[in-house]
């Protein structure tokens, strides 16, 4: 791969590391800032107004406003070459803070529990570096700010309005914060890393009566457990071993009293797989499932089934481009974790469905410091160190693909 992606012999990467070193306290200035003012998705009003008005201080050209609150800034250098993107996301989660930290949320109910607070602080110290760079890279880097990772999800319409196009995006790298790696890591491979997210919603109807005559009924409650149980014989008969998915029923609500038999049932569930070639049997899969166990019970069914975000898919060029950038900044082969697959989901898959790219998970867990909280935890909080770690592998990935 150095053939594909030599080290530019103009660029000494040892000063990258110096100015990316020397940004790190507004890294975390800048991160702390917007953990104090969480946002949903959709409503990241005040995040992207901050980010604007960085960008706006360091001359950089950005349209703002798309898919709502999404901003994409463009950094051009003097020289024609490649355009390579980076994206970010804005949004919070509806969780209370439990931290008692300086930094703390000031938004009730809302916190920055995913990490994507120092998403948005990285790719602003990318944009730094690079704006006050422009000759030592080629071409032009995109750098999109998204809004609602977390839901219902602002890659998809952000690439409706056109973000990848003019000048057309060629690559596109990510990273996630990852407290399922110790800091000083990066989990990075090519192929699927994350998992397509699909749900369901289903509504059972049989026939309520007394719980002492259910000749007189048809049971909601016994159709609804032999649908649970045959669900899992997806995963375990139809889907090939060698391929991973999820079938889960996460909720499973009907009933009011020991003495009755209940009309209906509802239940709600996740789907999760990594082959794209499954995509659309799970639904379909299901509802022969739903429907076949119904009729033989003579009960009847409303069933709505969502696909929300495809599998995330690494192109192996891109996957390799940050894996040889990534071990030169964590400097230790050990540091570089392929086996770092997760059946979570995520939305930069809608990126990499339209141009080839890479998302990785930047290690961002100090136990020492009590930083290993998982992601979505009241108490989630990650080691800032890692913030500018994963603006030099960006930097880095820019100086060698843009030549
Ligand atoms: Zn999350
Ligand atoms: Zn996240």
């Not at 980076?86 to 919070?92: C, K, L, N, P, S």
């Not at 379909?284 to 069933?303: D, N, P, T, V």
Request: glycine share 8%; hydrophobic share 40%; aromatic share 8%.
């Amino acid at each position: 791969m150095v053939s594909t992606f030599p080290t530019p012999h103009s660029v000494d990467l040892s000063q990258i590391r110096l100015a990316i070193r020397a940004l790190q306290p507004q890294l975390v200035e800048w991160r702390r800032h917007l953990h104090q003012r969480p946002e949903l998705g959709f409503q990241e009003q005040l995040t992207a107004e901050f980010v604007a008005q960085k960008l706006q201080e360091w001359g950089i050209e950005h349209k703002t406003g798309i898919a709502k609150t999404g901003i994409v800034a463009t950094i051009k250098s003097d020289r024609p070459g490649p355009v390579l993107a980076i994206r970010a996301d804005m949004d919070a989660l509806p969780i209370q803070e439990e931290n008692m930290v300086p930094y703390r949320s000031q938004h009730d109910g809302i916190m920055h529990a995913c990490g994507h607070d120092g998403h948005t602080a990285i790719a602003l110290g990318v944009a730094y570096y690079l704006a006050h760079h422009r000759q030592d890279f080629a071409g032009t880097v995109k750098i999109i700010f998204q809004p609602a990772e977390e839901g219902p999800g602002g890659a998809k319409p952000m690439i409706e309005e056109g973000v990848l196009k003019n000048p057309d995006v060629e690559a596109i790298i990510g990273l996630h914060l990852w407290n399922n790696l110790p800091l000083g890591t990066v989990g990075v491979r090519s192929g699927a890393l994350m998992a397509a997210v699909e749900s369901f919603h289903c509504t059972i109807f049989g026939k309520g009566g007394h719980g002492a005559m259910p000749h007189q009924t048809v049971d909601s409650i016994v159709v609804s457990a032999q649908i649970v149980t045959a669900l899992q014989t997806i995963v375990a008969r139809n889907v090939d071993p060698i391929d991973s998915a999820v079938v889960t029923v996460g909720k499973l609500h009907a009933g009011t009293a020991n003495n009755v038999i209940a009309d209906t049932a509802r239940m709600i569930g996740t789907v999760r797989y990594f082959n794209p070639k499954l995509e659309g049997y799970f639904g379909k899969r299901i509802e022969q499932i739903i429907s076949g166990i119904c009729h033989s019970h003579g009960a009847s069914y409303e069933l709505d089934y969502l696909q929300l975000y495809p599998p995330v898919i690494n192109e192996t060029n891109i996957a390799e481009l940050v894996r040889s950038v990534a071990s030169d900044v964590v400097e230790t082969p050990a540091g570089i974790v392929p086996e770092c697959q997760t059946m979570g989901g995520e939305d930069m898959s809608f990126f990499l469905q339209e141009v080839p790219g890479c998302y990785f998970f930047l290690g961002s867990a100090n136990p020492s410091k009590n930083l290993a909280y998982p992601h979505h935890h009241p108490q989630f909080d990650f080691d800032e160190a890692a913030l500018g770690m994963g603006a030099e592998i960006f930097v880095r990935c820019v100086e060698k693909f843009c030549r």
